[in-house]
């Protein structure tokens, strides 16, 4: 049974930074990609970031500069790292991992920025 723990999340003032967390007892070359999701209280899940197991990166427009997804494959943990924070950003922040047997998604994490 895959497990995805997310950590970080908070509240933080327009302009600040969070670092998210996401870890799993299974080794992260099971999964082909690991990213970031987030969902806006009345909107669907949207992709934030992602890396696959070549480290390849992929961002949404919106956090592009902002933020950087990373990986360190001896703690099986895969970082958000949130700067320049606005108050649009305010979500719920999900971890989302992709193996060829399924698809893994963590329990969230709010995340809320303020002016």
């Known amino acids: 049974q895959v497990q995805l723990v997310e950590s970080g999340g908070g509240l933080v003032h327009s302009g600040g930074s969070l670092r998210l967390s996401c870890a799993t007892s299974?080794?992260?070359?099971?999964?082909?990609?690991m990213g970031w999701f987030r969902q806006a209280p009345g909107e669907q899940h949207k992709l934030v970031a992602t890396?696959?197991?070549?480290?390849?990166?992929n961002y949404a427009d919106s956090v592009k500069g902002r933020f950087t997804i990373s990986r360190d494959s001896a703690k099986n943990t895969v970082y958000l790292q949130m700067n320049s924070l606005k108050r649009e950003d305010t979500a719920v922040y999900y971890c989302r991992f992709a193996a060829d047997r399924g698809v893994y998604w963590g329990q969230g994490t709010q995340v809320t920025v303020s002016s």
């Open positions: 299974t080794n992260l070359f099971s999964f082909y990609s």
């Open positions: 890396i696959t197991n070549r480290d390849n990166t």
